[in-house]
């Protein structure tokens, strides 16, 4: 997928009314991961998302850093895209999920941002059985950790935004008119009205996905093609697919087309 570019409406929103201030910052996204909703038997496949973002300033962030079967595939990805490892100066951390943050200590000059929340979460006897709990234990001791609190401007049109439900910290980044948003939007079908699941607290998930969706011009979701705003509605920018390689029987093809609901 060709990389995106969103170039904010407005930056620096203020609270009672103020008006919206025009910037010309241009943000390039790349999906390196592109997220597919589903399970199986065994449970979640946890095949998620994840951005590399790309700032007019030559700042280098990713969003999200895949699973553990993903530890090799992604620095080939970002190798792809012109970027080594050490030239990744910062990773957002949506949440402390397997599937999402197993691999943020690839990349060892980077700044690691996660939500306070989260991270308090994650070390607590509350935490959900997806949660990284040993990696949480040592992120919690990384010398470049950046623990957020509230919402936070990262500058060059770049915010993280306050978006729990799914877990206690959740976090998404706001780049302009798009939202890379984890798991507090799993995939389209979230946007129907229901919950969810699993889920830490059903309300506030719901509120969460209701402020994505009046917020941005084109979201990420976490286990899904990007969703783009045309007219009243949302259009996807394809089906998610995920070819498979099998030892005797070849590649096949796994795709979602037939509109049928999804879970991340």
């Given at each position: 997928m060709p990389p995106a570019k969103h170039a904010?409406?407005?930056?620096?929103r203020l609270p009672?009314?103020?008006r919206r201030r025009e910037v010309a910052w241009l943000v390039v996204i790349r999906t390196l991961l592109e997220g597919f909703p589903g399970r199986s038997e065994r449970g979640f496949l946890g095949w998620s998302s994840c951005q590399l973002v790309l700032t007019p300033g030559g700042r280098r962030l990713l969003f999200d850093t895949g699973g553990m079967n993903e530890r090799v595939e992604l620095p080939a990805r970002l190798a792809a895209a012109g970027v080594a490892p050490e030239e990744v100066e910062a990773v957002v951390l949506s949440h402390l999920h397997?599937?999402?943050a197993a691999n943020w200590e690839?990349?060892?000059?980077?700044?690691?941002?996660?939500?306070?929340?989260?991270?308090?979460?994650?070390a607590s006897d509350g935490a959900d059985p997806a949660t990284l709990r040993c990696q949480a234990r040592e992120l919690a001791r990384h010398p470049r950790l950046?623990?957020?609190?509230?919402?936070l401007e990262l500058g060059e049109g770049l915010r993280l935004l306050e978006v729990p439900g799914h877990t206690p910290g959740s976090l998404a980044l706001e780049a302009g008119e798009a939202v890379l948003c984890g798991d507090a939007l799993?995939?389209?079908?979230?946007?129907?009205?229901?919950?969810?699941?699993?889920?830490?607290?059903?309300?506030?998930?719901?509120?969460?996905?209701?402020?994505?969706?009046?917020?941005?011009?084109?979201?990420?979701?976490?286990?899904?093609?990007?969703?783009?705003?045309r007219g009243g509605g949302w259009v996807p920018a394809g089906w998610p697919r995920m070819r498979l390689w099998l030892p005797a029987g070849g590649m096949r093809e796994v795709a979602l087309e037939d509109g049928g609901g999804g879970e991340g």
């Open positions: 904010p409406a407005a930056e620096g009672r009314g103020g397997f599937d999402h690839l990349f060892p000059r980077a700044e690691i941002l996660v939500h306070r929340r989260e991270l308090e979460y994650a950046r623990p957020v609190e509230g919402e799993k995939n389209r079908w979230d946007l129907e009205g229901g919950v969810p699941q699993p889920v830490w607290d059903p309300g506030l998930a719901r509120a969460s996905i209701q402020r994505l969706a009046a917020r941005a011009g084109r979201l990420y979701p976490g286990h899904d093609a990007p969703l783009e705003r």
